[in-house]
Nanobody, 127 residues
């Protein structure tokens, strides 16, 4: 299983940006996919997750109402649309997948629920 993120770049505060994560080698029916980020000097934090089958989404309070996570079943991919970006959104963004069913028991927020991770894509928001 491999996850490849793309779309990260330098943007201005207030801009919008969409990240993509393409998955190969596995289908995620019955499981979850998530987005996390790590800002300089900070711990990795949960951003969003999606139930692959139902499409139900979950968001951190810090991005709720600004970020939208979606899935593309035929393409086996997810996206993270980020609106009204702020300098504090600057971070490396990681796509993650649960292919063994941990999230069902742990919840969507703990990173330990995800066993496959992408390499990350840098998002920098200038003020």
């Amino acid at each position: 299983v491999q996850l490849v993120e793309s779309g990260g770049r330098l943007v201005q505060a207030g801009d919008s940006l969409t990240l993509s994560c393409a998955a190969t080698g596995h289908t995620f029916s019955g499981y979850f996919m998530g987005w996390f980020r790590r800002a300089p000097g900070k711990e990795r934090e949960f951003i969003a997750a999606i139930n692959w089958d139902s499409g139900r989404t979950y968001y951190a309070d810090t991005v709720k109402d600004r970020f939208i996570m979606s899935r593309d079943n035929p393409k086996n991919a997810v996206a993270l649309q980020m609106n009204s970006l702020k300098p504090e959104d600057t971070a490396i963004y990681y796509c993650a997948a649960d292919t063994v069913g941990r999230v069902g028991g742990m919840g969507v927020r703990p990173s330990g629920g995800y066993n496959v991770w992408g390499q990350g894509t840098q998002v920098t928001v200038s003020s």
